[in-house]
């Protein structure tokens, strides 16, 4: 049932290579409560870390959902330089799929910019996603190397930025814009994060090795 009272949460974890941001993101899958988690596994990661049975089909997906975990992997369904629509089918399927009982969902997508275009524009489907995905007690997370990709609409949704180290101008740039203090993230050891939420402005630092 729809609860238009309910909060905003997308999440934007960042850093270069090897500092810890997929740790993270897959931790925070783990131990967060929710009633079901759907992830966007392309690559087939998830299903390695996490030790999940990916799912290929929309029946897959259906028959996944007693477990609480849905990880998607497009590429039977959407072979080749068909994967886009696979991206697109998958929000659509999440989105629905949430209307259907009360909880906190998680939709997990590592590197979002692959599925959208800096300058224009945000698949339908996705905006729905982040746009209203709240009302059906779905939040989002995602994590990059570079928020830079990411479209500007989407970087001024985020409501929790979590920094890792990168020591890049253009990456730090993108974000100061909505954490004015990123800065930090250039100093920060390898494992290390900051978190900052932009509704609380609370920052949190922390460390995930």
């Not at 974890?13 to 783990?30: D, Q």
């Not at 800096?118 to 059906?136: A, C, H, K």
């Not at 993108?174 to 390898?190: C, E, N, S």
């Amino acid at each position: 049932m729809s609860d238009y009272s309910l909060p905003s949460n997308i999440t934007l974890v960042f850093g270069a290579p090897s500092t810890g941001k997929t740790s993270f993101a897959f931790r925070y899958l783990l131990n967060a409560p929710a009633a079901c988690r759907f992830i966007f596994d392309d690559q087939g990661q998830a299903a390695k870390r996490l030790q999940l049975r990916a799912c290929h089909t929309d029946n897959d997906c259906e028959k996944a959902l007693a477990s609480r975990w849905v990880c998607f992997n497009p590429h039977l369904m959407f072979p080749g330089a068909k994967l886009e629509k696979g991206f697109q089918w998958f929000c659509h399927w999440v989105y629905e799929v949430s209307k259907r009982g009360p909880g906190r969902k998680i939709f997990f997508v590592d590197e979002l910019w692959q599925w959208q275009d800096p300058r224009s524009g945000i698949p339908p489907q996705l905006e729905t996603v982040l746009r209203t995905g709240r009302i059906e007690g779905l939040d989002f997370l995602t994590c990059t190397h570079c928020p830079r990709d990411y479209h500007v609409k989407i970087r001024s949704w985020v409501t929790e930025w979590v920094c890792f180290n990168t020591i890049e101008p253009a990456e730090l740039e993108a974000v100061r814009p909505y954490y004015p203090r990123v800065d930090q993230a250039a100093k920060l050891p390898p494992g290390s994060f900051l978190a900052y939420n932009r509704v609380s402005g609370a920052e949190l630092a922390g460390r995930v090795f």
